[in-house]
């Protein structure tokens, strides 16, 4: 399919799908330079806020993950990403934790970084009953242990 017949269907797909009575507001954007195909539906420049979709995601790769014992929610983030990724994220008193931050931390949003909403951590107790077994022995992570800012 050629790059105008594509964007035809991609126009018909999300003008059915914007008709539906059930749908607000539809925004989709599809670029790829390598073959300069460029297509989009909708108010594409207003930004959304889109990580609480994919919480649910990425705790289930993480989970995962753990299941293949690729990791451990005991694993440093540091390790994963490098300590220069970390460095100064979360820094208390003088102190920066960003090096201690582990995955379970992120996962129970306990890490001490900042953050855009507030609420309960959900994750949380499925982390620790899912891994329970696997979780690398350590320190406890805790909010605790990392003042909010």
Not at 14 to 40: D, N, Y
Not at 58 to 78: K, N
Not at 88 to 93: E, I, V
Request: glycine letters at 8%.
């Amino acid at each position: 399919m050629n790059g105008p017949s594509r964007a035809g269907e991609l126009d018909r797909i999300a003008a059915r799908f914007s008709a539906k009575p059930t749908t607000s507001a539809l925004s989709v954007a599809i670029e790829r330079p390598a073959t300069g195909f460029a297509w989009s539906h909708g108010d594409t420049a207003r930004p959304y806020f889109f990580a609480s979709v994919t919480k649910l995601h990425t705790t289930s790769v993480i989970m995962q993950l753990c299941h293949e014992r690729a990791l451990t929610l005991g694993t440093r983030v540091a390790d994963l990403l490098g300590d220069d990724l970390l460095r100064g994220l979360n820094t208390y008193d003088g102190h920066d934790h960003g090096g201690a931050i582990t995955v379970h931390d992120l996962l129970a949003h306990t890490s001490g970084s900042p953050t855009t909403s507030s609420g309960s951590a959900p994750a949380e107790a499925a982390c620790r009953r899912t891994c329970r077994t696997r979780t690398a022995p350590g320190p406890s992570t805790t909010p605790s242990r990392w003042p909010a800012r």
